[in-house]
């Protein structure tokens, strides 16, 4: 994403000024169109996500990227709530189940108020939903179509070391979901060499060094915080990309701890590896 921009072409605003962000006209002029009681979210949320990814300008594309990214997230929730497509019979569900939370709740009425005065447009907006709710799944990241679609050629014997990482890289850069950018830059610069010979792309120099680099530091100590059995052990420092490594450990730690256990055993550890 450029960002660079013609300073009559952005916008002063203070929360994103303060925070070294700057919006360009365009995704300005495009959140007026979103409804006034969201409007102030929206924009402080863009700037959080901007600074999450070093990014200095919000545009047009970055604003459609996290509206995609937020609206596959309420898609996910509704599939978990029980319901394969979008209703208003999902808002008075997800209303029950959030009755703890009174500002949530609130939120889902403003949601519902508002399609109800837009009663021309409230099909479209659901109907748009479809998209979404299509590909969005009931638990793990979700993916856009457009990402599942680069994924398409990968041979089945790496695609799920691929998908890891891909998704463990997203996390790591504070994403929502995985979109497009973020499978070419894993392609680019993390994927291992052996892995990008097999889905039958060049591999560099720099890729083969890069190998070298894992290799070196998969002698590493594991370093851990609960106990792990020896077994466990082995098995998580064959994960070749050390940062991808590092987050297993800790995600698999959060849920042996979740279940009131102090070591990490095989079984625990297959239990949990997809799960990061």
Not at 90 to 96: D, L
Not at 122 to 148: H, L, Q, R
Not at 195 to 211: L, N, P, Q, S
């Amino acid at each position: 994403m450029s960002e660079q921009a013609n300073p009559a072409e952005v916008i002063d605003h203070p929360y994103a000024k303060e925070n070294g962000v700057e919006w360009s006209l365009d995704a300005w002029e495009r959140v007026k169109h979103a409804p006034e009681f969201v409007r102030p979210g929206i924009r402080k949320l863009m700037v959080q996500r901007a600074m999450r990814r070093g990014y200095k300008l919000i545009t047009s594309d970055f604003l459609t990227d996290i509206r995609n990214e937020s609206m596959m997230l309420v898609s996910k929730r509704v599939k978990q709530f029980g319901f394969e497509e979008l209703s208003m019979g999902a808002f008075e569900e997800a209303k029950e189940k959030m009755k703890e939370s009174p500002r949530k709740v609130e939120v889902i009425e403003e949601i519902t108020d508002f399609l109800d005065q837009r009663t021309q447009k409230k099909d479209d907006i659901i109907e748009k939903f479809k998209n979404y709710m299509d590909v969005a799944p009931t638990s793990g990241m979700p993916w856009t179509k457009e990402a599942m679609a680069k994924m398409e050629k990968v041979p089945p014997f790496v695609l799920g070391m691929a998908k890891q990482t891909i998704e463990a890289r997203a996390r790591e850069r504070g994403d929502k979901m995985v979109m497009p950018d973020i499978i070419e830059e894993v392609f680019d610069n993390i994927m291992p060499a052996s892995a990008k010979k097999a889905m039958g792309m060049e591999v560099t120099e720099e890729d083969e060094a890069r190998d070298e680099e894992y290799a070196n530091k998969a002698d590493e100590p594991v370093v851990t915080a609960l106990k792990w059995t020896d077994d466990a052990v082995e098995k998580v420092k064959r994960i070749p990309i050390p940062f991808i490594r590092n987050m297993a450990i800790k995600r698999i730690e959060q849920e042996v701890s979740k279940e009131g256990k102090d070591e990490v055993t095989l079984e625990l550890f297959d239990k949990y590896r997809f799960t990061f």
